[in-house]
């Protein structure tokens, strides 16, 4: 994929530098308000005392309660030029609008500086530290566990991150700190802006945890997909760091490459997962805590989540953090929301709900509570939901994701595949593509929950994937049925 804008785009875009200066309050439009990140930017500039509007065609909940509340929402759904003046000092497109969202035509019209959320943050922080959390998994929760360390250590910081994270109100704050800890998405930056949002951040340490083939939708090959990764090692600066996850080949293969050609310039950092044992279902970690090293017990679930930890204890090494802190806080972590979120526990009856969706990480998610919990303990089961996950041609990459699981089911909703314009989907196609003989597939979300209930006898714990919502069920209550059955 080749990483380019038109000429006239370009300038658009990167002429939002005046428009992010701090001091004096500003006025700042932004397109696709009802977005994760966007909403959240909204609310982080309007606590900073910026005038704040917006728009969207589309806004639920949380989104919708959020902004409401705080006096944001727009007053009707769609799109206003009408909204759209000289006396707007910028105006931040999300990914959600189109390029020729009607808004965004008049902001050009008018001359007004155009940025990308991305390149909007990369402004506000341009004289912090950045430390950006990049691959295809663990973003989210390697950045919350960075945060929780820097906390830990009285080290003040802004963020970005992709969820929301307990004590943590806003998901996004700017210009307040000497360092920001960005999440880092391989997604694209606008509609105007093709290139991946990690590629405006221009980290001084940057963070890659992985690389496993996703969004298909943009990236239509695996080499396109490589290649976002190489062009955000390429742009680290010399003097810079990188650290990396030295278990993941395709990565290691990568930087080895990049830096036989002169194209890795930064100083290179290699993590691996330390060594560990499982007491009563909870890892106990043992970190390199001075010479003979210390066991914690941890709070998170999964061997990738102490790999993520390592990684996470290495940026904060190279941030000065002292280790028997970095391990102390990363030992009481819980993990970030929907990230092996336990929803109900009870004795060894336990119900977890996790945002996996792309095929490694419903993997690492299904090792991760099978190891913990014992195979045969564990009911998998996760929802085809996002446009790569639904495509037929994707769907083999999910081939033995689901094989560490005693029993597995599979969920997704027609509509969902209409809506995004793919071709027909077939129980079929899901079954022989997973490779699982005993594999069920489900299409009606009620009978997809009955279902699971009546594995209740069966299995003990419940793994819950998805980065959508199982057809609308209740999965609190859901989990609270699953944790008062009988046990078996």
């Known amino acids: 994929m080749a990483y380019r804008m038109n000429v006239k785009k370009q300038q658009r875009v990167s002429s939002s530098d005046k428009a992010a200066d701090s001091g004096?309050?500003?006025?700042?439009?932004?397109?696709?308000?009802?977005?994760?990140?966007?909403?959240?930017?909204?609310l982080a500039l309007h606590e900073q005392g910026h005038r704040v509007s917006g728009s969207d065609d589309q806004i639920r909940d949380p989104s919708r309660s959020r902004?409401?509340?705080?006096?944001?929402?727009?007053?009707?759904?769609g799109w206003f030029p009408e909204r759209i003046t000289s006396e707007l000092d910028g105006v931040?497109?999300?990914?959600?609008?189109?390029?020729?969202?009607?808004?965004?035509?008049?902001?050009?019209?008018?001359?007004?500086p155009v940025s990308s959320f991305p390149a909007f943050v990369y402004t506000q922080s341009r004289n912090s530290t950045r430390i950006a959390i990049c691959g295809s998994h663990g973003k989210t929760s390697i950045t919350a566990m960075v945060m929780a360390v820097l906390e830990a250590a009285a080290?003040?910081?802004d963020y970005l991150v992709g969820a929301k994270l307990e004590g943590y109100p806003i998901m996004v704050r700017l210009g307040t700190a000497p360092r920001i800890v960005l999440e880092?998405?391989?997604y694209l930056a606008s509609p105007l802006d093709r290139?991946?949002?990690?590629?405006?951040?221009?980290?001084?340490?940057?963070?890659?945890s992985g690389i496993a083939w996703d969004h298909v939708n943009v990236y239509p090959t695996l080499d396109s997909y490589l290649e976002a990764f190489r062009s955000l090692i390429r742009g680290i600066e010399a003097g810079s760091h990188l650290v990396y996850n030295a278990e993941d080949a395709t990565l290691v293969e990568m930087i080895r490459a990049l830096r036989a050609e002169g194209a890795c310039r930064a100083d290179v950092h290699p993590y691996t997962c330390p060594p560990y044992r499982v007491e009563d279902g909870r890892l106990v970690a043992h970190w390199p805590d001075g010479a003979q090293g210390k066991d914690r017990r941890m709070t998170v679930?999964?061997?990738?989540?102490?790999?993520?930890?390592?990684g996470a204890a290495a940026v904060a090494q190279l941030q000065g953090v002292d280790p028997r802190l970095t391990y102390d806080a990363l030992s009481r972590f819980p993990g970030a929301a929907l990230r092996l979120q336990v929803l109900q526990q009870e004795g060894k009856r336990c119900a977890i709900r996790d945002f996996a969706h792309a095929p490694s990480k419903v993997r690492a998610s299904t090792e991760a509570v099978s190891e913990q919990f014992g195979r045969e303990a564990v009911l998998a089961v996760v929802e085809l939901h996002t446009f790569s996950s639904l495509n037929p041609e994707f769907l083999p990459g999910y081939r033995g994701a689901l094989d560490a699981s005693g029993s597995a089911l599979v969920y997704y909703n027609p509509k969902a595949v209409a809506a995004k314009r793919l071709p027909e989907l077939r129980p079929d196609q899901v079954h022989a593509a997973l490779g699982r003989k005993d594999l069920e597939v489900y299409?009606?979300?009620?009978?997809l929950e009955a279902r699971i209930l009546e594995h209740q006898k069966r299995h003990s714990a419940l793994l819950l994937m998805s980065s959508g919502g199982f057809g609308g069920l209740d999965l609190e209550t859901l989990a609270q049925a699953w944790v008062g059955a009988p046990p078996s």
Request: overall charge negative; hydrophobic content about 45%; charged content about 20%.
């Open 24 to 42: 004096t309050p500003k006025r700042y439009h932004l397109i696709a308000i009802g977005g994760a990140v966007m909403h959240n930017l909204a």
């Open 67 to 77: 902004l409401a509340e705080a006096g944001l929402l727009p007053s009707a759904e």
């Open 92 to 112: 931040i497109l999300g990914m959600h609008a189109r390029e020729d969202n009607p808004e965004l035509a008049r902001a050009q019209e008018l001359g007004l």
């Open 155 to 157: 080290l003040p910081f």
């Open 184 to 186: 880092g998405d391989e």
């Open 195 to 208: 290139r991946p949002k990690f590629a405006h951040y221009r980290p001084h340490i940057a963070l890659i």
């Open 301 to 310: 679930i999964g061997r990738h989540n102490l790999l993520n930890a390592a």
């Open 443 to 447: 299409t009606d979300a009620a009978a």
